[in-house]
């Protein structure tokens, strides 16, 4: 893995003798991601006790798709866009519901060699969704919602000595009043390309995602979405 600036937060700098050198270019990487996932939770609106859905371990698919930015500017933080498209189909007694969403993330470098890499920043996890509810194969107005949740944000690369095989772990998360979000995700990668124009690599790994909300637009929920994923990603 190549190295690449090493920015760093002022409330950081006594982290600063843990960085390696900082890199001269700029990077940009790129990645798809697949999801076999399973829902399990429910929904409602305008009250917690009017229940729209309780979903069974029902199975989906969803995926997710990312930028991100690595630069040498000090001080200023690198920059990760990540959407992900999350539709529950509904079946007549639960809901169709969308939780897709976009993740804005600002994070630091703060340690990164050809061994280990670590990032810690905030994710803005940016809502706009909908619950349609389903009776007889006709649809009623959707209930929608939206809202920026603010997480802390980190992730961490670690390299397998002598090969090309890497574990990776990322995480956001935040719980505030009664509303607790999480999504985190581990995984093994493999560099299969790597010179001096691109680097691409594989993942499989496991993704783990539970949005609790309380009275946001008048949605509450008490969700989870999990399931192995198998990834992408780039660098050029």
């Known amino acids: 893995m190549k190295q690449f600036a090493k920015v760093l937060p002022l409330a950081g700098l006594a982290l600063a003798p843990m960085a390696a050198s900082a890199d001269t270019v700029l990077g940009v990487f790129a990645g798809g991601q697949y999801w076999d996932g399973n829902v399990d939770g429910s929904i409602s609106a305008f009250d917690p006790l009017v229940q729209l859905g309780n979903y069974d371990d029902q199975g989906e698919t969803f995926s997710s798709y990312y930028v991100a930015l690595e630069h040498p500017i000090p001080l200023i933080p690198n920059f990760k866009a990540r959407w992900n ?40 996890k940016r809502f706009d969704g909908n619950t349609r509810y389903i009776v007889a194969d006709a649809a009623v107005t959707p209930v929608d919602f939206s809202g920026t949740v603010p997480m802390a944000y980190a992730s961490t690369k670690i390299g397998l000595p002598f090969t090309s095989w890497w574990i990776n772990a990322e995480a956001s998360a935040l719980s505030f009043d009664d509303s607790d979000i999480r999504d985190v995700s581990a995984s093994v990668e493999y560099q299969f390309l790597d010179n001096a124009a691109i680097d691409a690599s594989v993942r499989l790994g496991y993704r783990d995602m539970e949005i609790k909300l309380d009275d946001i637009d008048d949605t509450y929920s008490d969700i989870r979405f999990s399931g192995p994923f198998v990834s992408v990603d780039v660098h050029f």
Do not use: C, Q, R, W
């Open 85 to 124: 498209d999350m539709t529950v189909d509904g079946d007549g007694i639960n809901p169709k519901s969308d939780f897709s969403h976009v993740d804005y993330i600002l994070y630091y470098e703060i340690f990164d060699n050809d061994i280990v890499s670590i990032d810690l920043g905030v994710n803005a």
